[in-house]
Every structure is written in structure tokens, then in C-alpha cells.
């Protein structure tokens, strides 16, 4: 199958016509007609991509975006509104949505809005497995004071082979942390192999990081090596751990504590020689007074912790980042070097940067196209940074507007691709040029 849709809508006729087109198209449908049973779905299967009404008998898909995503951000989820209730829309993208459809109006855009989502879906579950042969503190690029303190920490760590805790917000540098960590180890020789937990559901995760036996569930046809056994000798990286549920907080307490685990459907007792570093966004300690993660599995990963700034603590660190992803970027396309004129880095400058060093090299990547072997201009830049100089005579509809006439133009009109850019759902952009007005 091309992967597995979930829709959420209490209307049965609805719901029963929209499995049919979509199951049409090779895709494996579930159905629920309250949020109620679409969770006890989600608990005991993976799905790839929702569809959900916004009025529910128990509750509002609006928020249910929202719950969804920070239990399952691998998920992506196309919400369906009645006419005449497009804030609900705008909402929930706001809320993580991947886009919307209107009720009755865009039924030839499922199958191509599914499809989308589902490219973003498979390359994010994708790009959350990653083994690394390479890297080194030389990777960690900045001056200030904050991050070089982390770096010293890190370097002390590299020569132990302790567990170590890795704190900070989403994007900081956890993983090139913990890498750097392992290419300066012992351990060195061996694999370093990185997953983020909250990439898979709970069966699939278990699967893996232990491995299965062939026949062990559903779809699991050959035996299968899992991570733990593919970083022998090596280190494996638990990105979100906060994410594992009480099962899988269990058996890798037994990894830490003995050395052992059983792959799925296995009898056998399987030997696990590996140096596991952590890393979370979450406050640990309080999930652990709220029953949500295993006091003993708390002070087991956490002999020794290292928290990571975030960005907008290290802002005289931006301007130096952005010239290294430029420079990358410039030897790979085979460009001349450009940079930011001083409005534009101004206003890098002032942004509070929510997605810290990874949101700030994709705005750069993205300048870099748009700019197209010309300096960086504030023009340049995502709506949501430029309008934070936006004057009264120019309104903050005009300078969207400008940005995505802008990119339109960049990419000949290719609406697909200026949609990437933009990071906004293909249906987003045609209502947007709908209400500008943008042929």
C-alpha cells in the first residue's frame, strides 16, 4: 500500500465516499467517527496521514491538530472544514495542520493534497534514522560564550563512557552535540546511529530499536537488525526521549542497567554493547514527578547533562552561522559568495528564532535562492521576519503579498515548488492568490 490514511468525520456518508476515492489510489483507509476512537487508533497503529473534520461529537479538530501533533509530529494532518468556517483552517495550520480542504469545494485536490503530505510524511520518518561515520567539534560552529562553555562540557564527557543527557529546545544542535561527543570517544571506530523517538509509533519504535523476528506482527515478513545491534560497539543517539512510552522506557532501563534485550517476538536474550546519549526538549524531572517517565530511567541518563543554548541567548553567534551555511551553499551550487546586506541581518538579528540553528539555516537556504547571486536583501526573507519592519503606510497583507509574488516569480510560476518555498500547503497558496489577487 502507498501508506495509511486515517479519517476522522462523524457524517458516515462522507467518510465512507471519501475512503473510496482515496482507497482508489492504493492507500490502506482507517475510520473513526469520534476523536475518541481515532486515538484508540493512533495508539495501536501507525498511520501516516489524517483527515479530519472540524466539528466533532466529542470534540473540535482544531485542537485535535494540535494534540496530535505533539504526541505524533511524524503525522500529517489535512483538516476538513465546512464553507464558511475558513478561520478554522488558518487555525489549524497554525496549530500544525499540514493544510485543508473546504467541504463539497475541493474534492480534486485530495489525491494530490494526500500525496503531498505523504512526500513529507515518508522523508521526515525517513531522515529520522541516521548513522553517522564523520564529524567533530569543529562542526560546532560559534564564539559566544554560552555555546563554547557546552563545547568544553562535551569535550570533558567524550573521554568517558558515561551516559549523557542532552538539554534544549528543538533545533539547537543536540545530535551534532552528541556526534562530536562519539568521534571523540573511544568508541570512535564503531557506529554512531541517531533516531528520533517521536518519528514512530510505539510497535514500529520497539521494532526499531530492538529488531524483530520474522512473523512478529503484522507486515514484519524477514527478521530485522534494530538499532541497538547495529551500534555495537558504537553509540546510539535517543533524540526525544521523553517520547517513549512506559513498555519501551523499560527495556531500555535493561539495555543501560544489564547490558540486554529481546527483540520482538524473540525468546532469546540478545547482548547490547553500546553507549547511549540522550537528548530532550522536555522537562524530564517533572514528567517524572508526574508519573510520565521512570524515575529510575531519569537518573540512569542522566549522570551527566549538558544544556544547550538556545539561539536568541547567542545572537553575536547568527551572523557567524549564516556565513558558514552561505559558504556551503555557494561552493555547492557553484555560486559566487553573497551576503546579507545590514537591514537584512538586522532583522535576523531581532528574531526570537523559536527553531533556533535549524530554522535559521533553512531561511538562508532559502535567501540564498531567492536572491539568486545578489546580496540578501530584507525582501528576501520569510514574511514573518520581514514584517517586523513593516511601517505604517505598508500593510502586513502587502508585504506577504510582495513575498509571495517574489517567490512566484523566482520559481516561473511553478506553483508546487513556490509552495515548498514558501513552506505553506499547495491549497494555502491558491487561496492566498486568490485573496491577493496574484495571477
Not at 530485522?224 to 512506559?246: H, W
Amino acid at each position: 500500500m502507498a501508506g495509511n490514511i486515517l479519517i476522522i468525520d462523524d457524517e458516515e456518508q462522507l467518510r465512507k465516499l471519501l475512503g473510496r476515492i482515496i482507497s482508489l489510489e492504493g492507500f490502506s483507509v482507517k475510520e473513526a467517527a469520534t476523536l475518541k476512537s481515532a486515538r484508540e487508533i493512533l495508539d495501536r497503529q501507525a498511520i501516516d496521514i489524517i483527515l479530519c473534520d472540524v466539528r466533532l461529537p466529542d470534540g473540535n479538530g482544531v485542537d485535535f491538530v494540535r494534540f496530535t501533533k505533539s504526541a505524533h509530529p511524524e503525522i500529517e494532518i489535512i483538516l476538513i472544514t465546512a464553507f464558511g468556517n475558513i478561520p478554522d483552517g488558518v487555525q489549524a495550520i497554525k496549530n500544525g495542520a499540514f493544510d485543508y480542504l473546504v467541504k463539497g469545494n475541493d474534492n480534486d485536490k485530495i489525491i494530490p493534497l494526500i500525496n503531498q503530505a505523504m512526500e513529507f510524511s515518508g522523508s521526515r520518518r525517513k531522515d529520522a534514522i541516521r548513522i553517522y561515520d564523520s564529524g567533530n567539534f569543529s562542526s560546532i560552529i560559534g564564539e559566544s560564550e554560552q555555546i563554547q562553555s557546552a563545547i568544553k562540557l562535551a569535550q570533558r564527557m567524550a573521554a568517558t563512557d558515561t551516559t549523557v543527557l542532552l538539554l534544549g529546545e528543538t533545533g539547537t544542535g543536540k545530535e551534532v552535540f552528541a556526534n562530536a561527543i562519539h568521534q571523540n570517544s573511544r568508541r570512535k571506530l564503531h557506529s554512531f546511529v541517531a533516531i528520533n523517538c517521536s518519528a514512530f509509533p510505539r510497535e514500529l519504535l520497539e521494532s526499531e530499536l530492538f529488531g524483530h523476528k520474522a512473523g512478529a506482527f503484522t507486515g514484519a515478513a524477514k527478521e530485522k537488525k534494530g538499532l541497538v545491534e547495529i551500534a555495537t560497539g558504537g553509540t546510539l543517539f535517543l533524540d526525544e526521549i521523553g517520547e517513549l512510552d512506559a513498555g519501551l522506557q523499560a527495556k531500555l532501563l535493561r539495555v543501560l542497567e544489564n547490558g540486554e534485550y529481546i527483540k520482538l517476538g524473540d525468546t532469546k536474550i540478545s547482548k547490547a554493547d553500546i553507549r547511549i546519549i540522550a537528548a530532550t526538549n522536555k522537562e524530564l524531572k517533572k514528567m517524572v514527578e508526574a508519573g510520565l517517565f521512570r524515575e529510575d530511567l531519569y537518573y540512569r541518563i542522566n549522570v551527566f547533562s549538558i544544556t544547550l543554548p538556545p539561539l536568541r541567548e547567542r545572537k553575536k553567534d547568527i551572523a557567524v552561522l549564516v556565513n558558514h551555511f552561505l559558504r556551503i551553499m555557494a561552493a555547492r551550487e557553484g555560486k559566487k559568495m553573497v551576503h546579507f546586506s545590514n537591514e537584512a541581518m538586522g532583522l535576523l538579528t531581532g528574531y526570537s528564532w523559536r527553531g533556533n540553528i535549524r530554522e535559521l539555516k533553512n531561511v538562508t537556504e532559502r535567501a540564498f535562492i531567492l536572491a539568486d547571486g545578489q546580496d540578501i536583501l530584507p525582501e528576501h526573507l520569510p514574511f514573518e521576519i520581514q514584517k517586523q519592519s513593516v511601517s505604517q503606510d505598508l500593510s502586513l497583507a502587502a508585504v506577504e503579498k510582495q513575498h509571495i509574488q517574489k517567490v512566484l516569480q523566482y520559481t516561473e510560476g511553478n506553483k508546487a515548488r513556490a509552495a515548498r518555498i514558501l513552506q505553506i500547503g499547495i491549497a494555502t497558496l491558491y487561496r492566498k492568490m486568490e485573496e491577493y489577487q496574484i495571477s
